[in-house]
């Protein structure tokens, strides 16, 4: 009598790298979830290093072989998934997404599987959680991966900046220099809860303004913002929350 074998996630390859070549499992069931990280900004390969076992495939690939489903998702919707390798025997929906799923001969499946790459949502970092699984035919049969994105230290950057071409107004006369501002993806308001700061530490960031042929001053300042001794060929310097405008 012929029985339908489940099919199996084989993880061992990535087991071996998590643990330094000391593990020597292959397939697991009902296990704790498996962390993995990631840098922000960045991107996760290792996903792909996991591969589908299906006894009565026979592992054969083209028209005639059985099919058999697999989907990804991010459970918080904090990343996105794509693949690049797109077999002829394989359909693919939902590339570049938080949910991708893709069904064929298991050979080709593999194939689609080992180019699997996770991306975290821009200037994202904190945790995800990640399920690949044989779904929707075998839920039950899935792994779930704890993903940590660790932080890092963006640059700030100027608001439209393209758009201000210059400035101009009449001799003796003050002129406002209104419409320059800047941000920081990593600012966080009051006291900071993000791992590039400690605890009592709030994020600000330093502004320095310097003019050849004249002064600048900032009359009406936010009392978050604190006015310091600027080098004598900078005219002003200022600390202050990572989000300033209408200097």
């Not at 996903?47 to 489903?69: E, N, Y």
Request: hydrophobic share 40%; net charge negative.
């Amino acid at each position: 009598v012929q029985v339908d074998d489940l099919p199996e996630l084989d993880a061992s390859k990535l087991f071996a790298q998590l643990s330094d070549g000391s593990s020597t499992g292959s397939s697991f069931k009902n296990y704790d979830p498996i962390t993995v990280t990631v840098t922000e900004d960045g991107k996760m390969t290792t996903l792909g290093t996991v591969q589908l076992r299906d006894l009565d495939s026979g592992g054969i690939s083209g028209h005639d072989a059985p099919s058999i489903g697999m989907m990804v998702n991010s459970t918080s919707g904090a990343g996105t998934f794509y693949v690049s390798h797109l077999s002829h025997w394989v359909e693919v929906v939902g590339n570049h997404s938080s949910i991708l799923s893709w069904k064929g001969p298991v050979a080709d499946v593999n194939l689609t599987l080992s180019s699997l790459v996770y991306v975290p949502n821009p200037n994202f970092h904190g945790t995800d959680k990640v399920v690949l699984s044989c779904a929707p035919d075998f839920p039950n049969v899935k792994y779930i991966f704890n993903v940590i994105v660790n932080p890092v230290n963006d640059a700030p950057r100027f608001v439209r900046a393209g758009e201000l071409t210059g400035f101009a107004g009449d001799e003796d006369t003050l002129l406002v220099l209104d419409g320059i501002r800047v941000t920081d993806p990593d600012h966080v308001e009051g006291p900071a809860s993000s791992p590039l700061f400690g605890a009592d530490e709030s994020s600000l960031m330093t502004i320095l303004v310097s003019v050849n042929h004249g002064s600048v001053a900032l009359p009406q300042a936010s009392p978050g913002v604190q006015m310091m001794e600027a080098p004598p060929a900078v005219a002003m310097s200022a600390a202050g929350p990572a989000t300033t405008s209408g200097m």
